[in-house]
């Protein structure tokens, strides 16, 4: 039975989904050029694709929200939503093959793939594109019946009979037609490319000739079904000249410069270990794509250093990268599944917003620019971190983003347009802890979305367990105080979501609050369609 505190994230969800405007769907095709660049293929511009890795369909994932009776359909419509919100434009997979295969190879119809068919195609509506690496090898607690049940991953490098059952499954499982899309994953444009095979090992002493090989055996199931999109292979054991000079266009990195599952918080300051990324460099690569399947500051709960771990990775020249892993919204107040790794949200507001301003630095600084040493580098573009403030922060003339308390005044506050914050700044005086998003329609009207209250209440990394909840949010009423000079002294607040009755007015800049989203405006303004017609909640590449 579904606990009180599993429901509450639920209807908090559904609330807010009815106030969402539509997002332009991901159908931009990604090409590689003779450099080693991801391009838009419409525009010619480079990629630039940030998100999440995220899991409902496969594993444990899958295995504890069935077990609590959870619609797991729905779980991803609300995941998805975050995300948007968040501005976030990527989601990686590494696919459980051992899920839906058999010994042979052969790609197995059923309630995971279908899942993943959702996934991939409520991605699409959203706006978010998909990277897949249909090869995970690793173990399950679901039944399995996969290749991967009877090979080690050294194994799947050199022993022939494994390889056939690699090279069967990625021919079948690229040709697969998306029951939501009518597409197959090798021709729908909201998939960007394949990562052959996550984190593979190797037996001792095997040669970069054999990788390389290996490589090639792999690429070339895909290549003669048809498929033109990029193709990636992991660098993560140093194979670096065999990724050169085998046929994919590019190369994938992990990175985890806090190390993983410490068992409890790491608190002290890790901006010096995230200056640069420099093996994205080496010259093997030089004419190869790059891009991170994996990354986290693990085990820190602080908000300060997602937007630098980003700019490690655009001076590294990595157009898309994915953190390992958002929680899904559900078990996220138990931080239960991938103990080492904690964001959502819901959940964990100041960690979000940083990651937010992690994925505008992102897209926005360019790629292969260096920035010094910490703590010269601590300003950057328009952003800025602070371990000493718990802070990450992006000022822009039109932008005002900031993960926690901040005296940082924006230069110009008429000319505000969108505020996304944690705590206080100048701009908003804010007694809650939820993350709120304040989005400017027209002159004197204003669109503001507040979360509830979160309040960790033990340490997220310690052992996970259903009976150890570790975050709580509260459904407060709040005092907050804009000082907009767009909105003035003195504006109506009346709610735009459904359910939500709460009507107020602002009297010096100061209103009383509840959770939910609310138009602002100015007394006189013309309020006109925004009632109905709100920013999209998401970005488009």
Known sequence: MKSHWLLLPIVFAQTFAAAQASWRPANRTVVVDEHGILRWQDTGEEVSLFGVNCYAPFSIDYHRLKALGFQIERVIDIDLLHLARMGLNLIRLHVWDREISDREGNLIDNEHLRLLDYLI???????????LT??????????????????????????PVARKAQRNYLAQFVQHVNRYTGLAYKDDPAIVGFELINEPLYPPGTTDEQVRDYINALAE???KTGCKKPLFYNGWGGKFAAVRDSIVDGCSFGWYPTGLVSGRSLKRNFLPSVDDYP????????????????????????SYIYPAMARAFRSGGAQIAAQFQ????????????WQTHYLNLVYTPNKAVSFIIAAEAFRRLPRLKT???YPGNTRFGAFRVSYEEDLSEMVTEREFFYSNNTKTKPPSPEKLERIVGCGSSPIVRYDGTGTYFLEKLDDGVWRLEVYPDAVWVNDPYGR?????EVARVYWRERVMQISLPDLGQSFVVEPLNEGNSFRTKAIAGRLTLRPGVYLLSRQGAKVGHQRVSTPSCGRSP
Do not use: C, H
């Not at 958002?326 to 599944?337: E, G, M, Q, S, T």
């Open 121 to 131: 195609a409520k991605a699409k509506e959203r706006g978010i594109y998909t990277l």
């Open 134 to 159: 249909p090869i995970a090898w690793w173990g399950t607690p679901n039944p399995s019946t996969g290749f991967s049940n009877f090979f080690t991953m050294q194994q799947m490098t050199t022993d």
């Open 221 to 223: 199931a895909i290549l």
């Open 279 to 302: 093996s994205m460099r080496v010259p093997e690569l030089e004419k190869k794509a790059k891009i991170v399947y994996e990354f986290d500051a693990a085990d820190v709960p602080g």
């Open 326 to 337: 958002y929680d899904v919204l559900p078990l996220a107040p138990f931080n239960i599944n």
């Open 371 to 373: 920035y010094g040493r």
């Open 464 to 468: 996970p367990s259903l009976e150890r």
